[in-house]
């Protein structure tokens, strides 16, 4: 069983909006921080996005700030990436990722859980 599942990616021009979803079972949600990465083609992954496990703790990449924002509702096992002002470098395999504890680093060897990934394609 897949532990995070994501969805809401697609194509869309530059300066429009996409929300992505995150979902997965009540375990895998409330004790732990969700991250949201992306990989775009042959770059490495980077952090975009994390929440603490209660939505109190929230941090984001520069390269985000201002245009994302990362929100959760535990009680549906969710955790959602609004993503305003897109960019064509915004392009990329997004995935979100569950670790225990919070903090700022985006370490992905911190990350024990991740999803699939979802496309998304922000074209100028």
């Known amino acids: 069983q897949v532990p995070l599942v994501e969805s809401g990616g697609g194509s869309v021009q530059a300066g429009g909006s996409l929300r992505l979803s995150c979902s997965g079972s009540?375990?895998?949600?409330?004790?732990?921080?969700i991250a949201w990465f992306r990989q775009a083609p042959g770059r490495e992954r980077e952090g975009v996005a994390v929440i603490s496990n209660t939505g109190g703790g929230t941090y984001y990449a520069d390269a985000v700030k201002g245009r994302f924002t990362i929100s959760r509702d535990n009680a549906k096992n969710m955790v959602y990436l609004q993503m305003n002002s897109l960019k064509p470098e915004d392009t990329g395999t997004y995935y979100c990722a569950a670790r225990p504890g919070y903090d700022t680093k985006f370490e992905e060897a911190r990350f024990g859980y991740w999803g699939q990934g979802t496309q998304v394609t922000v074209s100028s």
């Open positions: 009540e375990y895998m949600f409330r004790p732990y921080s």
